[in-house]
Each structure stands twice: as structure tokens, then as C-alpha cells.
T-cell receptor, first 117, second 114 residues
Framework: AQSVAQPEDQVNVAEGNPLTVKCTYSVSGNPYLFWYVQYPNRGLQFLLKYITGDNLVKGSYGFEAEFNKSQTSFHLKKPSALVSDSALYFCAVRDMREGGGNTPLVFGKGTRLSVIA | DGGITQSPKYLFRKEGQNVTLSCEQNLNHDAMYWYRQDPGQGLRLIYYSQIVNDFQKGDIAEGYSVSREKKESFPLTVTSAQKNPTAFYLC?????????????FGPGTRLTVL
């Protein structure tokens, strides 16, 4: 069975400081990993995904994520946080053994990021 | 939110009523999904459909029903059997090509039971 854990319900960071939102996963095979962001009363927006290759993945709005197979982690990072980054962030996983893209992603419970001016 | 529309944005229901939430996509995606979002519980999968005229139950299907008569449409009915339907409902779709395909989400419908 696939699962995702986001160990922090809330992360607070000062504007201009680096931010990290943590995610660990569990799959039987190898993972495809995804990060999404949700602003209040909106749908989820795709930020980035890890497929294969370089462990550091760059995405939208200056976000990046680092895949670590030995630690089964896929932490989201940004070098300098903005107040406008304040939102709810979701990590998700799909096992590579799934035949296609038409199976559901498994989501974590989300981490609320607050960037303080 | 582009490519997937959900309507209405806000919906109010009296106890004992069935209501239907609309989801339409113009992305030519084969798969469509319905999630329920409650504070602190993340996203929970209600139903999903991998192809027209076929659908599967997710983790919390009780009290809900769906249909998939057209590729672009995947309506969700919240029945009176759903005891606590007040929540934010999200529809999503994805391409069947490759397990690396991400899901695209609609803007959501907030359902409130009066």
C-alpha cells in the first residue's frame, strides 16, 4: 500500500528566510512524487514532480524539492520565503508500477505554511 | 484551475435532500476523480473513473453516487444517506499516459447542510 506522511501540520517562517515543508512516503516499488499548493477556497495547483534522474527538482514560483531514496523523503524547499507563499501544501505519491496515469494519487494530510512579514 | 470547471461554487442543502455537484473537463483526460476535503484531514477519495462508463469506489464512497456517461463529465450526487456532507468537494482529472502524469484540479464546490 502507498502512503504519504507530512509530519508538520503548521510551519511558520519569516519572510526572506529559507523554508522547508517535509514529506516522507512509502511505496512497494519506486515512487513518482508530487507537490501541490492550495490557496483558501481554491483547488489544488501543481508545483512540481519527481520522475527519475536528478534528485533536485525545480518547479513553479521558485520552489524546489529534494528526493532522498534512502530516507524515503521528498521535502519541498524555497531559498527565500514570500508572504504570498502562505498556503496549504500537499505531498502526493504514485507507485511507478501503476500502469498509467489514470490511478489516484495518494495525498498527505497537508501542511499549512505561514510566512510572516 | 484551467480546464476543469465545477459548479456551483457554493451549495446549500437541507437535510434529507439529494444534491448533484457538476464537474466538466476539456483536457481530453481519461480519468476523473472526486475528493472530499475537511479541515485537518487532507483529501479523501470518494470515487474515481478511469474510462467512460466505468468507475470505482474510493475510501469514503458511502452516501455518494457518480456516473460517467461522457468523457468530459463526472457528476457527483450526495445522497441523504451521507450523514455529514458539509465539506469542500474537489474534482480532478488526469491523462492515462504514464504513471508520472499529475492530476489537475477544479476550483471546488463548498457544500453546506442547513
Amino acid at each position: 500500500a502507498q502512503s504519504v506522511a507530512q509530519p508538520e501540520d503548521q510551519v511558520n517562517v519569516a519572510e526572506g528566510n529559507p523554508l522547508t515543508v517535509k514529506c516522507t512516503y512509502s511505496v512497494s516499488g519506486n515512487p513518482y512524487l508530487f507537490w501541490y499548493v492550495q490557496y483558501p477556497n481554491r483547488g489544488l495547483q501543481f508545483l512540481l514532480k519527481y520522475i527519475t534522474g536528478d534528485n533536485l527538482v525545480k518547479g513553479s514560483y521558485g520552489f524546489e524539492a529534494e528526493f532522498n531514496k534512502s530516507q524515503t523523503s521528498f521535502h519541498l524547499k524555497k531559498p527565500s520565503a514570500l508572504v504570498s507563499d502562505s498556503a496549504l501544501y500537499f505531498c502526493a505519491v504514485r507507485d511507478m508500477r501503476e500502469g498509467g496515469g489514470n490511478t489516484p494519487l495518494v495525498f498527505g494530510k497537508g501542511t499549512r505554511l505561514s510566512v510572516i512579514a | 484551475d484551467g480546464g476543469i470547471t465545477q459548479s456551483p461554487k457554493y451549495l446549500f442543502r437541507k437535510e434529507g435532500q439529494n444534491v448533484t455537484l457538476s464537474c466538466e473537463q476539456n483536457l481530453n483526460h481519461d480519468a476523473m476523480y472526486w475528493y472530499r476535503q475537511d479541515p485537518g484531514q487532507g483529501l479523501r477519495l470518494i470515487y474515481y473513473s478511469q474510462i467512460v462508463n466505468d468507475f470505482q469506489k474510493g475510501d469514503i464512497a458511502e452516501g455518494y453516487s457518480v456516473s460517467r456517461e461522457k468523457k468530459e463529465s463526472f457528476p457527483l450526487t450526495v445522497t441523504s444517506a451521507q450523514k455529514n456532507p458539509t465539506a469542500f468537494y474537489l474534482c480532478a482529472s488526469s491523462n492515462r499516459r504514464g504513471a508520472a502524469s499529475e492530476q489537475f484540479f477544479g476550483p471546488g464546490t463548498r457544500l453546506t447542510v442547513l
